[in-house]
Nanobody, 128 residues
């Protein structure tokens, strides 16, 4: 059973930065597409960024995440990171990492149902 464990969430001021981590067990993340989603109260879960398996190497950022967020993978630590810079209040939400088995599902239009393994989520709050 693949497990994903997120960490790094918390409270940060607007303009600040956070680094989220998604550590995996049982399987090598190199072989999976990994995505970060977020969900604010009353809203649907939405994609933030994704990273295809090492074979494909594609990255994609959704909307305002482009230019502010960076998704990356540390193969030795078997961990995927989401570096978030210039955070805005509208970035607030529960952030989830998720994995997809084909490895190539990382492009505009990805949706939660395409990803089968999920972490528990970590709260990110951007507020003064």
């Amino acid at each position: 059973q693949m497990q994903l464990v997120e960490s790094g969430g918390g409270l940060v001021q607007p303009g600040g930065s956070l680094r989220l981590a998604c550590a995996a067990s049982e399987f090598a993340l190199d072989d999976y597409a990994i995505a970060w989603f977020r969900q604010a109260p009353g809203k649907e879960r939405e994609a933030v960024a994704c990273l295809a398996s090492r074979e494909y190497g594609t990255t994609h950022y959704v909307g305002s995440a482009a230019g502010r967020f960076i998704i990356s993978r540390d193969s030795v630590k078997n961990t995927v990171y989401l570096e978030m810079d210039s955070l805005k209040p509208e970035d607030t939400g529960v952030y989830y990492c998720a994995a997809e088995t084909t490895g190539y599902v990382c492009y505009a239009g990805i949706a939660p149902h395409m990803y089968v393994y999920w972490g528990q989520g970590t709260q990110v709050t951007v507020s003064s």
